[in-house]
């Protein structure tokens, strides 16, 4: 079993920037695909961004596309997103998520392990 704990949330004006952490402890973590998954109030979650166990692939829904980065390191038990040029639709509650299956998974079923969630708020 893994622990999955996001950090970095907060208010930021539109165009701003944000980098969300999400730690995790238990079982290796480089054993773990890990995704990026956000709800907006009344939405239902959407894959935001996924990477591979070894960091080598990653997959972006279009509306990031260009504007936020995952990335892992394996040695500190860590997945990142980069949240660049933000924008008031971006408001959510993100979360991570770690998954056992190979390749990077979009679907939020396809997920074992989830975190606790950190809020995004993007002012217009």
């Known amino acids: 079993q893994v622990q999955l704990v996001e950090s970095g949330g907060g208010l930021v004006q539109t165009g701003g920037s944000l980098r969300l952490s999400c730690a995790a402890s238990g079982r290796t973590f480089s054993s773990y695909g890990m995704g990026w998954f956000r709800q907006a109030p009344g939405k239902e979650r959407e894959i935001v961004s996924t990477?591979?166990?070894?960091?080598?692939?990653?997959y972006y829904t279009n509306s990031v596309k260009g504007r936020f980065t995952i990335s892992r390191d394996n040695a500190k038990n860590t997945v990142y997103l980069q949240m660049n040029s933000l924008k008031p639709e971006d408001t959510a509650v993100y979360y991570c998520a770690a998954t056992l299956r190979l390749g990077v998974p979009t679907r939020s079923g396809d997920y074992d392990y989830w975190g606790q969630g950190t809020q995004v708020t993007v002012s217009s």
């Open positions: 990477v591979t166990k070894s960091g080598a692939n990653t």
